[in-house]
């Protein structure tokens, strides 16, 4: 179990896509497919919710299929909808994995998934850089306009980074600067392949 956290925009997802490109026999997990389902709300109701507070993701369900996918059961994955601010009706069947990458802003905030974790990775990105990639994907990808993007940016996205994603980072084993780094890539795949070949318990070596 492999965890990469680290800031909105920060690279995180191109990372975790680079190792599974990179490796066979891996699977990627995002925690935000995990965002609560909240259909007793109106539309603009959920468009209030903090959604980079912990308490906006089911991280105990993501961790129950970590520990399904540990034991060789397959699970099926929640899909979320950021247009509507709903999980959608489909899901995903993940079959169990050698490897099982979790990416999210998240991931090293929590003490029980990170406790599930063998691998810790911080992505450790300039916060302008980030804003920047945030304002791209939301427009292109979640039919976001500018205005609304910065509004959450300045109201929940920055205090919450603050709060709970940069703490986080005191729990990486290995921190990769400015986002997509091919050497770092490089470390982590060839630390995975390691263990891979040599079956141990922890990718971290005893000091």
């Known amino acids: 179990m492999i965890g990469i956290a680290g800031g909105s925009g920060s690279g995180k997802s191109t990372i975790a896509t680079a190792v599974v490109a990179a490796l066979p026999g891996v699977v990627c997990i995002q ?66 994995a050698s490897v099982v990458v979790v990416e999210g802003i998240l991931v090293l905030a929590d003490p029980d998934l990170r406790s599930r974790l063998d691998l810790k990775i911080y992505v450790d990105t300039d916060a302008d850089l980030r804003l920047a990639r945030r304002i791209q994907r939301d427009i292109e990808e979640r039919g976001r306009s500018v205005a609304s993007v910065l509004d959450q940016y300045f109201s929940t996205v920055r205090p919450m980074h603050l709060k709970f994603v940069e703490s986080s980072k005191r729990y990486a084993d290995l921190i990769i600067p400015e986002g997509y780094n091919p050497r770092a890539v490089a470390t982590v795949v060839d630390m995975i392949r390691s263990y891979l070949a040599v079956g141990r318990q922890s990718l971290i070596s005893p000091l």
């Open 31 to 96: 925690h935000d497919a995990y965002y609560r389902h909240r259909p007793d709300l109106d539309f603009d109701a959920r468009t209030q919710i903090n959604y980079d507070h912990p308490d906006s993701l089911e991280t105990e369900l993501l961790i129950g299929h970590l520990e399904d996918l540990s034991r060789g059961v397959q699970v099926s994955l929640p899909t979320y909808d950021f247009t509507e601010h709903l999980r959608a009706p489909a899901t995903i069947s993940v079959q169990p």
